[in-house]
C-alpha cells in the first residue's frame, strides 16, 4: 500500500469543500489541496471572514478554521497540484447535458474530461485518480482511456469513491458515515485510499467494490431515496380528497421496520442537484440498453415529482379565487432544502415560474439565498425577458416585509426558523383572507385556522 502524503482535488464546491476539510482534519500528516478554475470561488475559501465561505454547511467553518493554512489549502494553480499529489480527487460538477445527443437526459462530462486531460498532461510520477462526482456508469473507462493514451506514460490507477453526503448535513454526514463505497481494480490503490478513510471511519463501514457496481451503486441508492419522495407525494394527493393525512400515513407506514421511517416527508417536491440528474442518467443508461421497461419505471419518479411542484401551484391559484393577477405571493424559501444556500432544482423556482406566468408579483425570504441567486435561478428558465423577472419577483430581507399586504404565503423551504416567527403579526399585515400554502408541512393547522389562517398543506 502506498502512503499518501499529498493529496490534489479538483473541483472547490458542495462536495470537493467538505468532503476534503473532514479528510484533511482527520489526518493532519496529509496535505490537501483543493483546486478550481473559478478564483473567485478559491478566493471566497481563503476568505478570513469564515462567514464568506462559498458553502454554507452547519460545523463546516470551524473545520476550515481548524485545517485552513496547516494542511488544507486552497488554491488556483491546478497544475502544481496536481504534480505535487500521489492521490487525485475529481469533484467537479456534472450537470445534465442541455445540447445534442442526450440533451436533457445524458450527464455532461466535459468537465470530467478537461480534468482528466489536465491530469494526464502534467503528471509526471504515478497517480491514483479517485471519482469523487456522480457519474454515468463505466465513466472510470473513459478517464482510464483518456489518461492512458495521452499521458506521459506514468501509472494511473482509478477508483470510484462517490459520496453519499447530503446538504445542510454534509460534515455529520462525513464525520459519521453508513458506509464508505470505495470501487476499483487495484487492491493496492483500494487500500491507500481505505487507510485514509480509517483515520475516523471504522473498518467494517468501507465497503470495497469492482469499479462498475460502485458507480452504480450512487445512482441506484439516489433514485431509491427519490423513488420514497415520489411515492409519498403520490399518495399525499389521495389524502387530499379524501379524510386521509399524509403525516398519519406516514408515521403508520415508517413504523414498520421493512418500510423504515425516513424520506418519507411529503412536500412540494425533492430538489436538489443529484436526484433528477441521477435518475436522468439511469433512464438515459437503461434506454441506451434497449432497457425501456426499466427506463420508463425509474423516469416516473421524475415525472411524478414534476407533478407534485405544478399541482402545489395549481391548487394555489385555484384557491385564490382562479386568479394570482397582480397579487403579491410571499415565499418563504428558496433553497431546495433547510440548512443549506445551495438552490439547484429547486422546487421553489417552478412554482415562481409558474405564478409569474399567471402574473403573481413574488416576495422571496430566504435566510441564506441571495437576491441574484433567485433572479440568476429564474433568468435560466429563459421563460421571460429579465426584465420581467425582476419586475415580478423581489427578494426582501426579512420575512415580515416579504409577507406585508400579500394575499398568500407559500413555504417553499423548511427551514426552522419559520415555525418561530410571529404569525399573528403576520396575519394582521396580510391581505384577507389570508391563505398559507404549507409546501412543506412544518406549520401546525390548528394554531394557524385559529389565528385565522386559510391553511392549506400536502397530503391534508
Ligand atoms: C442527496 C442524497 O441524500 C445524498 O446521499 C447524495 O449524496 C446527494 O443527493 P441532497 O440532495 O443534498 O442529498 O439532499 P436530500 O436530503 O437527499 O434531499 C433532496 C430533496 O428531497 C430535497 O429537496 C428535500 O427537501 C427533499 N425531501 C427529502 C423530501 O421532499 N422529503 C423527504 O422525506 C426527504
Ligand atoms: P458539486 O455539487 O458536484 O460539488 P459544484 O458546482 O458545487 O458541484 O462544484 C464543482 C466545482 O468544480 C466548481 O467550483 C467548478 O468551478 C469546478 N470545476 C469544474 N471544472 C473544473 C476543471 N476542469 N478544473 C478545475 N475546477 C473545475
Known amino acids: 500500500m502506498k502512503l499518501i502524503k499529498n493529496i490534489c482535488c479538483i473541483g472547490a464546491g458542495y462536495v470537493g ?10 489526518n493532519p500528516h496529509i496535505n490537501v489541496t483543493i483546486v478550481d478554475i473559478n478564483a473567485d470561488r478559491i478566493a471566497a475559501w481563503n476568505d478570513e471572514d469564515l462567514s464568506k465561505l462559498p458553502i454554507y454547511e452547519p460545523g463546516l467553518a470551524d473545520i476550515v478554521k481548524e485545517t485552513r493554512g496547516k494542511n488544507l489549502f486552497f488554491s488556483t494553480d491546478i497544475d502544481t497540484a496536481i504534480d505535487t499529489s500521489e492521490m487525485i480527487f475529481i469533484s467537479v460538477n456534472t450537470p445534465t447535458k442541455t ?22 498532461d502534467v503528471a509526471k510520477t504515478d497517480k491514483i485518480v479517485v471519482e469523487k ?19 506521459n506514460h506514468v501509472k494511473f490507477d482509478i477508483l470510484s469513491n462517490p459520496e453519499f453526503l447530503a446538504e445542510g448535513t454534509a460534515v455529520e454526514d462525513l464525520l459519521s458515515p ?6 476499483g481494480e487495484s487492491e493496492e490503490a483500494i487500500e491507500s485510499l481505505a487507510n485514509i478513510y480509517r483515520s475516523w471511519v471504522s473498518p467494517e463501514k468501507i465497503l470495497k467494490t469492482n469499479l462498475w457496481s460502485s458507480e452504480l451503486s450512487k445512482l441506484t441508492a439516489n433514485a431509491f431515496l427519490a423513488q420514497r419522495i415520489s411515492s409519498i407525494n403520490a399518495i399525499s394527493e389521495l389524502c387530499e380528497l379524501t ?3 399524509i403525516n398519519e400515513v406516514a408515521k403508520a407506514i415508517g413504523m414498520d421496520s421493512r418500510i423504515g421511517s425516513k424520506f418519507l416527508k411529503a412536500s412540494v417536491g425533492f430538489g436538489g442537484s443529484c436526484f433528477q440528474k441521477d435518475i436522468l442518467n439511469l433512464v438515459y443508461i437503461a434506454r441506451s440498453y434497449n432497457l425501456h421497461a426499466v427506463a420508463d419505471y425509474w423516469e416516473q419518479v ?11 401551484s395549481d391548487r394555489l391559484i385555484k384557491t385564490l379565487y382562479n386568479t394570482v393577477s397582480g397579487k403579491k405571493i410571499g415565499f418563504l424559501g428558496w433553497a431546495f432544502k433547510k440548512d443549506t444556500n445551495d438552490t439547484r432544482e429547486s422546487a421553489a423556482i417552478y412554482v415562481a415560474d409558474h405564478l409569474v406566468s399567471e402574473q403573481a408579483h413574488i416576495a422571496v425570504y430566504d435566510p441564506k439565498v441571495s437576491a441574484v441567486k433567485v433572479q440568476t435561478d429564474l433568468n435560466y428558465l429563459n421563460s421571460r425577458s429579465e426584465e420581467d423577472n425582476l419586475k415580478h419577483v423581489v427578494t426582501a430581507t426579512n420575512p ?35 391563505f398559507i400554502f404549507d409546501g412543506r408541512n412544518i406549520l401546525d393547522k390548528h394554531t394557524m385556522e385559529t389565528i385565522g389562517f386559510e391553511y392549506y398543506a400536502i397530503g391534508q
Not at 462526482?133 to 499521458?151: C, Q
Not at 409577507?403 to 410571529?422: C, G, P, Q, R, S
Open 17 to 26: 469543500g467538505p468532503t476534503m476539510a473532514v479528510i484533511a482534519k482527520n
Open 243 to 245: 379524510e386521509a393525512n
Open 178 to 183: 453508513d458506509r464508505v463505497l470505495i470501487g
Open 400 to 434: 415580515y416585509d416579504a409577507l406585508k399586504d400579500a394575499h398568500a404565503v407559500a413555504i417553499m423551504t423548511e427551514w426552522d426558523e419559520f415555525k418561530t416567527y410571529d404569525w399573528h403579526k403576520i396575519y394582521t399585515h396580510m391581505k384577507k383572507p389570508a
Open 133 to 151: 462526482s456522480t457519474l454515468p456508469v463505466r465513466t472510470a473507462e473513459a478517464i482510464k482511456s483518456i489518461l492512458h493514451n495521452t499521458g
Open 99 to 120: 445540447y445534442g445527443k442526450g440533451k436533457g437526459m445524458a450527464a455532461d462530462l466535459k468537465y470530467i474530461e478537461l480534468c482528466a486531460r489536465n491530469i494526464a
Open 302 to 312: 421524475i415525472i411524478m415529482n414534476d407533478h407534485q411542484k405544478r399541482r402545489f
